[in-house]
């Protein structure tokens, strides 16, 4: 059962996965960062410095700290739905930029090399034995 699994484990399609899931984890912390640190802080400027993650509308005001209030977050909505944005353009850039690599004709081979002088020499000699043979 040991050996099964790590057979299992160790196929290529399996680190693959792996990497690509590991990668995938950066590439969130980074358009996290990116939507956090450089979106959000221009688009509250514009919007006279509001500050989107905590926005929200109270539904019900709560009674004490053992009964908080309800309320729709719609500011963390927000946020997400950018990151959500971000994330599928900068994925869709990505896979266009790989189709358009993968789509580029290959590039013409260079011409022939010329003949040495060894092959000249015996072209001559293979073309003077077939003349006398004739």
Not at 1 to 12: R, S, V
Not at 46 to 53: E, H, P, R
Not at 78 to 103: D, G, Y
Request: charged share 20%; no cysteine.
């Amino acid at each position: 059962m040991i050996k099964e699994f790590k057979e299992f484990a160790m196929k290529g399609n399996m680190i693959d996965m792996a990497v690509g899931i590991i990668i995938g984890a950066a590439f969130g912390a980074v358009v996290k960062s990116l939507v956090d640190d450089l979106i959000m802080p221009p688009i509250g400027l514009l919007t006279g410095g509001l500050d989107f993650k905590d926005k929200l509308l109270v539904l019900s005001p709560g009674a004490d700290a053992a009964h908080p209030a309800s309320a729709i977050h719609y500011g963390a909505f927000i946020t997400v739905a950018l990151h959500f944005l971000i994330v599928s353009l900068a994925v869709f850039m990505l896979v266009k930029a790989i189709q358009r690599l993968k789509s580029e004709k290959p590039a013409t081979p260079p011409p022939p090399a010329e003949p040495t002088k060894q092959e000249l020499l015996l072209t001559e000699i293979r073309d003077l034995l077939k003349s006398k043979n004739s």
